[in-house]
């Protein structure tokens, strides 16, 4: 809207920008304070996984373990046979899978492999859903004519998302191991330059949709956090005021600027409606309103 009456100039790229810099201060809470039970951080961990959020132990423990003098000889004879027996058992992809590993790094695996996982898990899952999404939309038309199925797998797009999450989870592990390494520890703040150069794949798929999402659920998330903290009041009622605003905002643009509104959400506002909002004369109204309709 604000583009549309020259306040304000649209940026290229700019749902890919928003998008890094969005993620950045979502990994980093959550590297810093763990996944929440949202549905963005449930997405999150699914696709990502959760092992840059949780902060783990392990190699500090063992590191400490091996440093101290407190064990007596038994102990330390016992420790030393249960290691030589866990050596002998270990196959030799387990010792490769295990090697070139930073004792901070909060992986069980080396990081190549980490950062191998990093890519390949978030690629299927993404082309994986995108194609199965597209299969469902079309499974009418897959009944009638099979060879349809060949031609929706191979589209370009359902590559696009896999390529775009499989970048960013790929980058992301990456940039965080390769900060561990150099810094020689790990840091909660490691996570903002891996998130910001991984969300530049986006460039692979743009969607203002998501980019527009996580924006309002990272402002949401704010809000609660500052809730707790006691930093910002609690306002009763919150949720149905702000839906409400909200619905009565792009009911407002369906009758006067429909043009500035996704189609998506035009036909929701149809069926919402009745197809009503479509019955206004856009003539009458004219605040550019009838841009869509030039022809009635």
Known sequence: ?????????????????LFSILMSIHLFIAKKYGYSEDIVSIIFRFILGDNE????????????????????????????????????????????????????????????????????????????????????????????????????????????????LGGFGATFRILSCLLRWFFDKDHSSFTIPAALLGGLFMKFYPSSTISLYLMWKTLEKGYLMGIEKGALPHVKCFTPLLYSASSALLCHIGVFEPHNLKPSFLMFLSKLSDNRINKFNKHVLDAQSSTMFSGS
Do not use: W
Not at 110 to 121: D, H, P
């Open 1 to 17: 809207m604000a583009a549309d009456r020259g306040i304000v100039k649209p940026v290229p790229n700019a749902e890919v920008y």
């Open 53 to 164: 959020a949780i902060q783990y132990a392990k190699s500090n423990q063992k590191k400490n373990l091996l440093s101290s003098g407190k064990n007596s000889v038994l102990e330390t004879a016992v420790l030393c046979g249960m290691r030589l027996k866990e050596e002998e058992e270990t196959s030799f992809l387990q010792r490769i899978c295990s090697t070139m590993k930073h004792f901070s790094c909060p992986h069980d695996y080396s990081c190549l492999l980490y950062c191998l996982q990093g890519f390949s898990r978030p690629l299927l899952i993404g082309f994986l859903t995108l194609t199965a999404s597209r299969c469902f939309s079309f499974r009418k038309k897959l009944i009638s004519g099979p060879s349809l199925l060949l031609t929706l797998v191979a589209e370009k797009r359902n590559l696009s998302l896999g390529l775009f």
